[in-house]
């Protein structure tokens, strides 16, 4: 089967720095992808990782080593608007763009 | 110049009833996809389609049947709507042929069914 594991929640402070984690089994594996999603509105893109390693964007980094089935999406210098969910996805290889979701974190960036 | 659209964003109906969502994308992109998210949130696939043709179709009721007339736009339609129905769904559009695979997401169509 597929499963895809992220904390349900997390909070950390304006300025911080907050690693969140996915861990992940799935038959087959064609990279993992963070979405953002602020509620009530759509998820938009932040970063694909297919090889191992870091990848870094700006404020935001993501790491993937696919020997571990595990990710982590790694936020800096923490602002308000990040609070928001943040989707951990694995695209299914050979299946046509097939995008399998965790079940999302809720980040709360406190003052 | 919206990337991915959706119409209508809410819609409130009875049981038993039938409705439509529209999906449009201007982006190019040669596969659409459904996804219903519920209300903890979790987004799962419901359908996809690579240039008009299905490639895609989860374990999802017959009630719920996908079209696309063309590879710009994908419309679900869903007959006999149940109160388990009552969610949100997306429409997301990717390029499947290339190196960039990320889906870009409509902005979402709130179904309540009462």
């Known amino acids: 089967g597929q499963n895809i594991d992220q904390p349900t929640e997390m909070t950390a402070t304006e300025g911080a720095i907050v690693q969140i984690n996915c861990t992940y089994q799935?038959?087959?594996?064609?990279?993992l992808f963070w979405y953002q999603q602020h509620a009530g509105e759509a998820p938009t893109f932040l970063s694909y990782n297919v090889l191992d390693g870091l990848e870094e964007k700006g404020r935001f980094s993501s790491f993937l080593s696919r020997s571990k089935g595990y990710s982590y999406l790694l936020l800096k210098e923490l602002q308000m608007k990040d609070s928001a969910s943040y989707l951990c996805?694995?695209?299914?290889?050979?299946?046509?763009?097939?995008?399998?979701f965790g079940q999302g974190t809720e980040l709360s960036v406190k003052p | 110049d919206t990337a991915v659209s959706q119409t209508p964003k809410y819609l409130v109906t009875q049981m038993g009833n039938d409705k439509s969502i529209k999906c449009e994308q201007n982006?190019?992109?040669?596969?659409m996809y459904w996804y219903k998210q519920d209300s903890k949130k979790f987004l799962k696939i419901m359908f996809s389609?690579?240039?008009?043709?299905?490639?895609i179709n989860e374990t999802v009721p017959n009630r719920f049947s996908p079209k696309s007339p063309d590879k710009a736009h994908l419309n679900l339609h869903i007959n006999s709507l149940e109160l388990g129905d009552s969610a949100v769904y997306f429409c997301a559009s990717s390029q499947t042929s290339g190196t960039s695979y990320e889906q870009y997401f409509g902005p979402g169509t709130r179904l309540t069914v009462t």
């Open positions: 982006l190019g992109h040669d596969t």
């Open positions: 799935t038959s087959g594996f064609n990279g």
């Open positions: 389609y690579n240039n008009k043709e299905l490639i």
């Open positions: 996805a694995v695209m299914i290889y050979n299946q046509g763009g097939k995008l399998i």
